[in-house]
């Protein structure tokens, strides 16, 4: 599924410059995941309401994925993976990226799908 064509899309505040992180757009009771790093070309994952929010309480709590809509994979450098389960669509964040994004989780930046 691809995400509205509105603009919207942003990262945390933590986010260093903008260009290496985890965008996020809510829109129509969804949120949509893109990797800044891929200019818009790169894989664009989707989660409903329910998935969303769940995801978003697995990444405040570092929690394993239990959402049915994405998986997140970390690795030893804390490196992650996020796979789409439907499409297998897979987007690729450094760990500064996503404590960037997991800062703005905690924040309270992102959740208004």
Not at 24 to 40: F, M, N, P, Q
Request: charged letters at 25%.
């Amino acid at each position: 599924m691809s995400p509205p064509l509105t603009p919207g899309w942003r990262t945390s505040r933590h986010s260093s410059n903008g260009a290496s992180c985890v965008e996020v757009l809510e829109a129509d009771g969804a949120a949509y995941l893109r990797d800044t790093k891929e200019h818009g070309e790169g894989a664009v994952l989707h989660l409903d309401g329910p998935a969303w929010t769940a995801f978003l309480d697995e990444v405040a709590r570092d929690a394993p994925s239990a959402n049915g809509a994405v998986e997140v994979e970390t690795f030893d450098a804390g490196e992650r993976l996020v796979r789409e389960a439907s499409s297998g669509a897979v987007l690729h964040f450094r760990a500064d990226e996503w404590t960037a994004f997991r800062a703005g989780v905690l924040d309270g930046e992102f959740g208004r799908a």
